[in-house]
């Protein structure tokens, strides 16, 4: 005689905080996936700076659009944490004014980018240093615009019914946890990219 072993899982929560929820994980997973690749572009523009004679080939980068994003990214971790603590004890007024504070924390880096980019006064295409060098700010800038738009998108749905769905305070508080992701991968760049060259 054969069993079969069945479980009724219908009273199980339909979302779950941190380790129990599936996008805990999936966002833990990306992160370091992620985390990865950066520690590899840092791993190529350090051994490209091993084997060149002269790093930077031209003058050091100018300091003032990559110390604004710092500092920028720096000072959007009180309200990100403020906004993870929203998240957690559903306070929906809160959460809407903590995702619209983070949006122009998601804005304002990308302006400074911008600035950036002309900072290292060498094209992507001039040497092997304008290359990693683009590649890095580059990479960095499309964490800055796909957490924007996962901001933005959040945002939107906060604002309507869908406000009321559960999940949507775990996908905030997997947002909290990407942007501090963000601006953690930025520090070390920063610091290899403007302080490097300077040693």
Known sequence: ???????????????????????????????????????????????????????????????????????????????????????????????????????GFGILPLVLRAYEFQAFHVGWDDSAYGSIVWFLLGLHTTHLLSDLIETAVLAALMFTRHADNPRRYGDVKDEVTYWNFVVATWLPVYACLYWGPRL
């Open 1 to 103: 005689m054969r069993h079969r072993v069945v479980a009724d899982l219908s009273g199980l929560p339909i979302c779950g905080n941190r380790r129990s929820s599936p996008s805990w994980w999936g966002t833990l997973a990306f992160m370091l996936i992620e985390g990865t690749g950066f520690a590899l572009a840092i791993g190529v523009y350090l051994y490209l700076a091993g084997l060149a004679p002269v790093w930077p080939p031209a003058v050091p980068p100018d300091l003032a659009a990559g110390s604004g994003v710092t500092l920028v990214l720096l000072a959007s971790l009180m309200p990100n944490l403020l906004l993870g603590r929203w998240a957690e004890a559903k306070d929906l007024r809160r959460v809407r004014l903590g995702l619209l504070v983070m949006l």
